[in-house]
């Protein structure tokens, strides 16, 4: 089985749109007013949720109506905030079809405009110097080959175009515990440092601007996200029964210091 269908299979659920909805009406949402916000608690899949994607967002500094490249766009919950909160014209991509069918309907349902296709971060298709920006949220971590998918974003992107990145990213050599949100084990598990990643920018064309480690932030949400699992509405609708363990180790490592969540903003030279 090749690596990008062994991820997919490992996000696909089967029935996630109706799982979601069954979630949002028990905790008393009327599914047929919904609105971007009511999906906050879900739609996010990154350490951090909707405060997570807003901090990201502030450092594209990008205009109205700019269009911009989702990369691994999940359910589309960055792409609707960002949409809806900063009128970008979000493009989102992603490897799992049920996502991106989760990703239209839901758009459809709250009214928010945002385009999404099933498609391979390492095969972007569209036209070179198309995007006036574009962002990563908790996705290179599925992706071996980092300075493929930067070379396919780069290519994208219009010169100057800034290309923001949010992932887990490693700090030490500590052991890694399975499952996490992002893997069930070792096969589907890419994480590397941010200096590999800054080589692999760097290789593809890119100057890195800044760099931000988002660890203390990102161990005070994952308090408040544990806390939810107990809840009939939250990310773990998505992420199934073994959510809890997956949080837990994520936290433990966290606290190992075995990585970390790091911004990195860099720009298209
Ligand atoms: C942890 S989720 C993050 C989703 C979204 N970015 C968010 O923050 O809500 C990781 C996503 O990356 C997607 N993904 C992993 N490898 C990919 C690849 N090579 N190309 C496109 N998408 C990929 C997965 O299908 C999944 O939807």
Request: charged letters at 20%.
């Amino acid at each position: 089985m090749s690596l990008e269908h062994s991820v997919s299979q490992h996000y696909t659920h089967g029935n996630l749109e109706a799982a979601l909805l069954a979630a949002l009406q028990r905790a008393g949402r009327n599914i047929d007013a919904l609105s971007y916000a009511d999906l906050a608690l879900v739609d996010e899949f990154h350490i951090g949720g909707r405060p997570a994607t807003r901090a990201l967002g502030d450092q594209l500094d990008l205009p109205e109506g700019a269009r911009v490249l989702d990369i691994g766009c999940g359910i589309g919950g960055p792409a609707r905030c960002f949409a809806a909160e900063r009128g970008w014209k979000i493009e989102g991509v992603d490897l799992t079809a049920e996502y991106v069918e989760v990703a239209k309907a839901l758009s459809q349902r709250v009214g928010v405009g945002a385009s999404f296709r099933q498609a391979s971060a390492t095969a972007l298709p569209f036209a070179d110097a198309s995007f006036d920006g574009a962002y990563m949220l908790h996705v290179g971590m599925n992706i071996p080959d980092k300075q493929a998918v930067f070379a396919e974003v780069r290519r994208v992107l219009k010169e100057g175009g800034l290309f923001a990145i949010y992932d887990a990213m490693l700090q030490g050599d500590g052991a890694f515990a399975y499952p996490v949100p992002w893997s069930s084990g070792p096969a589907t598990n890419h994480t590397a440092t941010p200096d590999a990643y800054k080589a692999a920018l760097s290789a593809a064309g890119f100057t890195v601007v800044k760099e931000r480690n988002r660890r203390d932030a990102a161990l005070q949400a994952m308090q408040r996200r544990i806390e939810q699992t107990a809840q009939p509405i939250g990310l773990p609708v998505v992420m199934g029964p073994t959510a809890p363990q997956k949080l837990a180790n994520m936290r433990d490592m966290m606290e190992r210091g075995v990585f970390a969540p790091i911004e990195l903003i860099a720009r298209a030279d």
